[in-house]
């Protein structure tokens, strides 16, 4: 089991930044990949970007390609999402997850319902006001 919580959201006019955090407990943090998704009122979850276990290979949303970057640091058992130029649109809930090593893929990463990922944090809301 891998417990998951999500830090770092609030409220941030257009333009702005965030860095959005997530903190793993449980099983070696090592032995998974890393992603974080996002929800927007009235729509379906979607893949933001996601890393390998060694954070040596990342994939991002193709939309968002330029102004996130996914790190992790296994030492402290943390992944983070820093976010640049944010856009309304980018308003939701951001969720961070987990899943084993094993499946990372770049098709697999980007494929609903679950993406590849077996753990789910409880997620955080981020705003950007216009």
């Known amino acids: 089991q891998v417990q998951l919580v999500e830090s770092g959201g609030g409220l941030v006019q257009a333009g702005g930044s965030l860095r959005l955090s997530c903190a793993a407990s449980?099983?070696?943090?090592?032995?998974?990949?890393m992603g974080w998704f996002r929800q927007a009122p009235g729509k379906e979850r979607e893949f933001v970007a996601a890393?390998?276990?060694?954070?040596?290979?990342?994939h991002y949303r193709d939309s968002l390609k330029g102004r996130v970057t996914i790190s992790r640091d296994n030492a402290k058992n943390s992944v983070y999402l820093q976010m640049n130029s944010l856009k309304p649109e980018d308003t939701a809930v951001y969720y961070c997850a987990a899943g084993p090593v094993g499946r990372y893929s770049p098709l697999r990463i980007i494929t609903p319902p679950d993406y590849g990922m077996d753990y789910w944090g409880e997620g955080t809301l981020v705003t950007v006001s216009s």
């Open positions: 449980g099983r070696s943090f090592s032995e998974y990949i």
């Open positions: 890393l390998s276990w060694s954070g040596r290979t990342t």
